[in-house]
């Protein structure tokens, strides 16, 4: 019970990855991001290729891929998004909604829809003993990774000038524009972030998942999901029920494996009746 | 110039007519049905687009789940097929009820996510319920009754459906030209200030939304009868996708645009099916890019703009002459 | 304006019911339009693009090449033409390409379309239309079951043949109690019912059978549940395919499970599942094989002649398109006609072998391919000398035990 706990802990690891991306891209530039899938399956095949063509390891990816969808991203802002962002937030949704398809075909044009060798780093092939149960290294090390990006990007927003920017114009984006703060600069860096996010999520992802051009498509809607639970104007709320949901699906696999799929849903139309803007969301965000 | 200007509108409904009457000499009947179905289905989220601002990414819930209903109603009672197809409808209209209150109080964005995660949860739902449905096999062997007649030849079967989609668009296009659709649109413009003059904006909102989930519910109807079967791609987020795609690639708001989208998306994916060209979604995609960046009209709109810049022109010279005159 | 034109259509479905009066189905001509017309519809670009795709439409060619050979100037059919559509697997384009390909491009047969959708729908046309469909791509039984048809041949494989040859030799080898996880949906419950059957049948016990979500990327909790079962089961039988299938893998070795004593036997695995996961992942994990490109000398120089046509070497459904070619020109070949209902007789209960179906006969009850099946092992990166080696072939199933028996709910 305990153990099947922590592993749906593991699964929210990477709704919250994504779903922190999500909410920052969201807050600073109102714009729903759909190729976030994406992005998270070119993280993982950015590993796979820097393994397989360059023999490059996982710990060299871990910190490279992210950096360099980072970088897409930053590109991407400049020259696409950002001659979207004044007009209805639509635009920009059907835009990384093409993207995301433009992406998907072009690896599955180089590599096939079938999914790519990844192995296991080898100093993380081992179990842990956790007291309790003893559970594989490498999704402990998953864990972790995500709890410490998570609380340093939490440091980050709570602590410094850049973060109460980005966090007032997440939560209260006219009061920020009113108060005459310069949002615009920290939109590009912002978008890159939130993109290297799901890279960083993707790299975490290819050793113990299917590294496929599909990988990214039927998570994305989760992540909506799991967003519109927490909140879409809230960054703490999207990564709690980020942990939350990975924590429900789990049990819910376990003891209701029928409706275990709809679950996500069912809980998202039931916060929608209860409190429209999500759990910890403000209802002046939703107009 | 009045004149002239009040014949249009009649001159441009019967061109549109003789085009729908004679698509199936100019396509393969089928895929002719395909075109006008998915026609349809783009009309109708316009509708909920362009007339209320509302982007639903999860219209395939209710072409798919009338797809099935229909296909059951056909399969198990017997009765006439658009009888079966109105009740697909019906079902996608109530299945639209709880789907719409729970989403139309939300705004743009949070609307799209909210009605795509409800689409993949009535897909979920389809995939599982298998004894109705037939799980991933598709609910197969839908037939076309109508008073025993053959209905086999698609040629035929075109223009035996086809009243059922004009029906359709008939009912979109009253509904855009009432009362009703001119304060969807307000509310589209500004919401405040349709709240403001006193118009119930979410009960407005809610009706679109069950409209426009009826209409999309006819399209899907006729799409599984023309096609004999319901299957999960009926219900899956891509066909959602791909109806916005059309109303994109049309024109938002402009009602007709989403029957060009239609058509240019279905020929373009049946020639791909045979083109030996395999990179479909670098192309899909490609469009929406470029018709987001650039060409954000669409074709119908582009081209309404343009005849519109022309006329607006030419009166100006008139204008100018008479004055010159005087 | 409205009745001006449907006047006119009703002229034209008049002149179009006349043309098609005479009917290609009827026997007598001997081959219809002067060519015979095989066309390949299958998914060349989304997630059935590896494992069939262009390759079995180069297959089908390499068939008529074949043909041609043999029989030089004594072939019946002497233009032969080979056409591919690709569905894209979406049911709908490939029901409409069907229609198209039968109706406008005279193919006189449809191979392959994978996925069951798709193929029940493509039946359907062939039994409107009367013309042939070879099935190969999809796994469903209902092809050979309730929605059978005297026109549609289901050519390779089906979920019965694919459960019950892992199920029934794990099981005499000694591995008496299993787990099943199979995905909540028609092809994993099918599965299921049939891993179950084949397992009972062999003196096995179920412990448990549980439903999976799918799509799912997350397997942990049901193997965290294997160990703690009682009695503790020996084998964990997955039905999981695709991505998966290499999901639950990744995290079956996450979790050591081998090591523990529970071993891995999976109800559906292609070549290209082994070639993804890396042979290590699987080394060890049985599997029924409806053919292997390196189990003997034939077989290889066969693969041989695919790899220098295409630079890969042939999954089990390339052979499949290859020899389901040649069986349908064989038959127009016997009879001396493309007429479909003497072609049909001609392949009803027809004995034969050829490179992919050994000791093969079609079934005349519900036109399903008997042949002989292989029980494959994964083998360990240490041992494969070549690329795609990744197969050891433990047994043959023989024909008359891999398929299930024709069922009553068939009526052709």
Redesign the interface.
Known sequence: MLQQAFNGLVGGAFYALLALGLAVIFGMLGVVNFAHGAFYMLGAFGAYILLSSFGVNFWVALIAVPLVLGLLGVLLERLLIRRLVQLDPLYNFLLTFGISLILQDLVRRQYGVQSQPYPRPSELSGSLNLGLFTYPAYQVFVLVVAVLVCAGAWVVLTRTRVGMIVRAATERPELTRALGIDVARWVTPVFGFGIALAGLAGVLAAPMRAVNPLMGGDLIIIVFAVVVIGGLGSIFGSVTAAFGIGLITALGNLYLPTISQTLVFILMAAVLLWRPAGLFGREEALT | MILSRLAARPLLLALGLVAVLALPWLVYPPVAMDIVCWALFAIAVDLLLGFTGLLSFGHAAFWGSSAYVSGLIALHSGLPFPLAVLGGAAFAAVLAVPIGLLSVRLNGIYFAMVTLAFAQMVYFVVNQWRDLTGGENGLQGVPRELFGMDLSDPFIFYYVGLPLILLGMLVAWRIVRSPFGRVLVSIRDNPARAQALGYPVERYKLLAFVLSAALSGLAGGVFAISHGFASLHDVYWTTSGQAVMMVVLGGIGTLWGGTIGAALIVLLNDYLATAGFQEIGIVTGSIFVIIVLVFRRGVWGTARDLVQARVAARRRTTTRLRTAEE | ??AL??V??MT??AI??AG?GGGPAGGGGKISDGKVVLAVLND????????SGKGSVEAVKMAVADYKAKYGDKAVAKTVEV??????N????A???A??LYD?QRADIILDVP????A??VA?QAK?KKKLFMDIGAA?T?LEGA?CNKYTFHYGYNTYMLAYGTGDTVTKDGAKNWYIVYP????G?DMQKSFTAAVKGAGGTIVKA??????N??F???L??APTLNPKPQVIGAMQA???L??LV??YN???LRDKGIGLAVGLMFI??I????PD?LAGTKFTEPWYWNADQQNRAWADKFQAKTGKRPSFAHAANYSAATQYLEAVQRGGTDGSDDVVKQLEGHKFQDVFARNASIRAEDHLLLHDVSLAQVKPSSEVKEPWDYEKILSTIPADKAFQPASPACKL
């Open positions: 304006m409205k034109g449907s006119a259509a034209a479905a179009l019911a098609c060349q670009s989304a997630i059935y693009a590896d494992l056409l591919s559509a690709d569905h894209q979406k049911p709908d384009i029901n409409s390409k229609q198209e406008r996925s069951s959708a798709a029940l729908a359907n409107t469903t209902e929605q909540d949906y028609a092809f419950q549980d439903p999976t979500p799918y799509p990327d997350n942990s909790t049901f965290l549940k695709g991505g998966d290499v999901n990744k995290q996450e979790y050591k290209t599942d070639h993804s996961l890396g992942a």
